[in-house]
């Protein structure tokens, strides 16, 4: 069965350093999310992607955060200038058209801001 | 603006005891309303989905949610418990609509007791 794949598992950075988090979503699939899981509280919606544009971001997808499809396979979401309350699993997730209602999630990468 | 408030942050049943997990939302619009799972290190994984269609919803591992839109409720539950569906479980809504991005509750987490 087709499913979502995240890379790295988990990064570990120094505050000030920027990263980038990978996603694959499934591949016929035209819709793409990042959300983001701080330790203990909920899963909250960074921003969608679809036809090469962001569709919409939360207030939490600042001027620091950009999502790129460089490829047509990775979806990627890059933080330039990390900070210490950056510390989370971020998910990526995918779905396939505008008629189907179910995102699927990848495992997600555990980023540690130090 | 949608919302989702699941009541209970941690439920402890017996293994073959009922399970019952909360979830009331918010919305403005017909809501599509979802289940996911998260089992410890993983990423989040569908249970089922109410989507406008039967009210009563069968998903995966034997669970099933009942959309009642007169008291906005979405609850899951599970006839007999099982050991393995200690996770975390998350309710979500969206729009039927839109890029319906999902917003989450705050999570419920299943202990299983022996």
């Known amino acids: 069965e087709p499913e979502v794949t995240q890379t790295p598992s988990h990064q570990v950075t120094q505050m000030g350093q920027e990263v980038i988090l990978r996603c694959v979503p499934i591949?016929?699939?035209?819709?793409f999310y990042w959300y983001r899981q701080i330790l203990g509280q909920k899963v909250e919606f960074l921003v969608s992607f679809y036809n090469n544009e962001i569709s919409e971001k939360s207030e939490i997808f600042d001027d620091q955060f950009s999502v790129e499809r460089p490829d047509g396979s990775n979806f990627t979401l890059k933080i330039r200038s990390t900070k210490l309350e950056d510390s989370a699993m971020y998910f990526c997730?995918?779905?396939?058209?505008?008629?189907?209602?179910?995102?699927?999630f990848g495992p997600g990468t555990r980023l540690t801001v130090l | 603006a949608q919302s989702v408030t699941q009541l209970g942050s941690h439920v402890s049943v017996s293994e073959g005891a009922l399970v019952l997990l909360r979830c009331n939302y918010s919305?403005?619009?017909?809501?599509?309303l979802f289940w996911y799972v998260q089992y410890p290190n993983q990423g989040l994984q569908l249970l089922l989905k109410y989507t406008s269609a039967a009210t009563l919803v069968k998903g995966i591992n034997g669970f099933e949610a009942e959309f009642k839109k007169s008291e906005t409720s979405f609850h899951l539950t599970k006839p007999s418990a099982h050991m393995s569906d200690a996770a975390e479980y998350f309710c979500?809504?969206?729009?039927?609509?839109?890029?319906?991005?999902?917003?989450f509750g705050t999570g419920t987490r299943l202990t299983i007791i022996p």
């Open positions: 979500a809504v969206s729009s039927n609509f839109g890029n319906e991005k999902l917003t």
């Open positions: 591949s016929n699939h035209l819709y």
């Open positions: 997730a995918s779905r396939r058209d505008r008629d189907t209602d179910t995102q699927y």
């Open positions: 919305s403005s619009v017909p809501p599509y």
